[in-house]
């Protein structure tokens, strides 16, 4: 492939990225295709319908590479108890999606629970250097770092929730 078919390929994606994230963030407009999917697949993913949380974040993953959908696809295989899978994927969100704290937090909490604590305080480093200050980052290393780590408060937010929703 050509470089100018490389630049145009990466310009489309970066314009539909824009795009999505407009539409799909204006309160009281009707929700696009994909933010429908989102919503869908966190509903099954918070009762426990593992197999359709995967298919709808795929879907909405297909419409628009972003790091909502790819953390939600991180946490439907934690919570099904594909920790190997969760990790490769969290890895690729944090790494694909570097100015999305969110991504990196996620990253971070899982290399932390797989007995990676040393490399889950570098992502969070490293991170911090990009977005000095993030409150979503501070409030993981301080967590990290404590001797029982607990997901509260912004942790338990969407899509990067730090816990399975209670069955």
């Not at 704290?101 to 899982?110: I, R, S």
């Amino acid at each position: 492939m050509r470089a100018c078919q490389i630049l145009c390929l990466l310009c489309l994606s970066i314009v539909q990225m824009a795009a999505a994230a407009t539409v799909d963030n204006q309160p009281g407009a009707p929700l696009t295709p994909r933010a429908e999917l989102l919503q869908r697949g966190e509903a099954a993913l918070a009762s426990g319908d593992i197999s359709q949380a995967i298919y709808a974040f795929e879907r909405a993953a297909s419409m628009i590479h972003a790091a909502d959908a790819e953390m939600g696809l991180v946490r439907a295989y934690m919570q099904s108890g594909a920790y190997q899978s969760a990790l490769s994927f969290a890895a690729h969100a944090a790494g694909a999606h570097r100015d999305t704290p969110p991504a990196a937090a996620l990253y971070a909490w899982l290399l932390h629970i797989g007995g990676q604590s040393g490399f889950a305080q570098r992502v969070l480093d490293e991170t911090e250097a990009r977005r000095p200050g993030n409150a979503l980052i501070a409030q993981v290393r301080v967590q990290l770092r404590s001797a029982a780590p607990v997901a509260t408060g912004a942790l338990l937010s969407l899509p990067w929730r730090a816990a399975p929703f209670d069955m």
